[in-house]
């Protein structure tokens, strides 16, 4: 277990599209755990492989005190009614935007042991999965905002990661 470096927006990774896992086998295993130790030292409810620099389709979530490891998810069916939620994301840090979307989704994928599973969610879940998932496309919360609101959270994200980089 381990808890692994970050991708800090903008960086070129957090818009490519990640592929499916072929088989859940103990390599997949134990990113899924390392992702989780990632989230929690993070803080985190979510984190998709992306975020950790893995192009694979995974996400991991903890909400009310139960983790969720999301392999290969499919969003089968999305509710009319939306819901505004101020987002975060980690590899944002400190920046937040409301971001509007279906309020129920129900999503199918793997599990830890490769079972199919379907889950139902909604309010906090529902956004959280949407916004994991949109990670797993190269989509970033606010690529669902204005334009100028977008622009001006990337022009911060780039002065924060100036700080960020070590002196060498
Ligand atoms: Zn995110």
Do not use: W
Request: aromatic share 4%; net charge negative; proline share 4%.
């Amino acid at each position: 277990m381990s808890v692994l470096p970050l991708v800090i927006a903008p960086d070129p990774r957090l818009a490519v599209c990640s592929g499916e896992v072929e088989e859940v086998n103990d390599e997949i295993r134990q990113l899924l755990d390392d992702m989780v130790d990632t989230m929690r030292h993070e803080d985190g409810v979510g984190l998709a492989a992306v975020q950790v620099g893995v192009h694979k389709r995974i996400l991991v979530m903890e909400i009310d005190d139960q983790v969720y490891h999301v392999i290969n998810p499919e969003i089968i069916e999305s509710s009319e009614e939306e819901n505004i939620y101020d987002e975060g994301c980690l590899s944002f840090p400190g920046q937040r935007a409301s971001v509007t979307r279906p309020k129920r989704v129900k999503v199918k994928f793997l599990d830890y042991d490769g079972k199919e599973q379907i889950l139902e969610c909604d309010e906090l879940m529902a956004t959280c999965i949407q916004h994991e998932i949109d990670h797993l496309n190269g989509v970033v919360f606010i690529d669902h905002v204005s334009k100028m609101k977008h622009d001006m959270v990337m022009n911060k994200m780039k002065k924060i990661k100036k700080k960020l980089r070590p002196a060498t």
